[in-house]
């Protein structure tokens, strides 16, 4: 079964660097084709995907938020991390992390997801 | 970067009844690369459809996706009371490689 869980600061003061780590279960991310991805969703609007990464550690970001963002893998403790910099309020949101299997261009499983507030 | 609107934005509907959501690309998209989630208040969202008409694992069959190029459509043949959630489409870009959501419908009852 697989289970991915978000953690990390639940506010943060503007300017600040936002760290959110994804630790998983039920797979490994050394499986050709797996890959994990942050999405996040502000309160009342919709989904923004943020960061990708592959078994192979290549890394795709969204272009919009490029230059902020770095995500890394740690293999032997199953976990994603990612990095933002300089938060903004308006980068308040939920922050969730998802499996995404070999073969599909999909996230087919999600962890619950973390509220992040950026206020001073 | 590919932008996905989706229509319309509300959906208001009667258990029972036959709902049809709209996705439109703002260029082409493979039909590999065209996902469904579905979303309930409070809860992460489930992937519903992959490839743009394979069901995921789990998923009613009442649940059905079609289209290609730019227009793609998630059709819920009987509206079942837990079906009244907020829906997304995705698309899985090679060039640049990217990832976007569009906008989302939201089904209710009416």
């Known amino acids: 079964q697989i289970t991915l869980k978000e953690s990390g600061p639940t506010l943060v003061k503007p300017t600040q660097t936002l760290t959110l780590t994804c630790t998983f279960s039920?797979?490994?991310?050394?499986?050709?084709?797996?890959?994990v991805g942050w999405i996040r969703q502000p309160p009342g609007k919709a989904l923004e995907w943020l960061a990708l990464i592959y078994w192979n550690d290549d890394k795709r970001y969204s272009p919009s938020l490029k230059s902020r963002l770095t995500i890394t893998k740690d293999t032997s403790k199953n976990q994603v991390v990612l990095t933002m910099t300089n938060m903004d309020p308006v980068d308040t949101a939920t922050y969730y992390c998802a499996h995404r299997r070999g073969g599909y261009y999909a996230f087919d499983i999600w962890g619950q997801g973390t509220m992040v507030t950026v206020s001073s | 970067e590919i932008v996905l609107t989706q229509s319309p934005g509300t959906l208001s509907l009667s258990p029972g009844e036959r709902a049809t959501l709209s996705c439109r690309a703002s260029?082409?998209?493979?039909?590999?690369?065209l996902a469904w989630y579905q979303q309930k208040p409070g809860q992460a969202p489930r992937l519903l459809i992959y490839g743009a008409s394979s069901r995921a694992t789990g998923i009613p069959d009442r649940f059905s996706g079609s289209g290609s190029g730019t227009d793609f459509t998630l059709t819920i043949s009987r509206l079942e009371p837990e079906d009244f959630a907020v829906y997304y489409c995705q698309q899985y870009g090679s060039s640049p490689p990217a990832v976007t959501f569009g906008g989302g419908t939201k089904v209710e009852i009416k």
């Open positions: 260029q082409s998209v493979s039909s590999s690369y």
């Open positions: 039920g797979f490994s991310l050394s499986t050709s084709g797996v890959g």
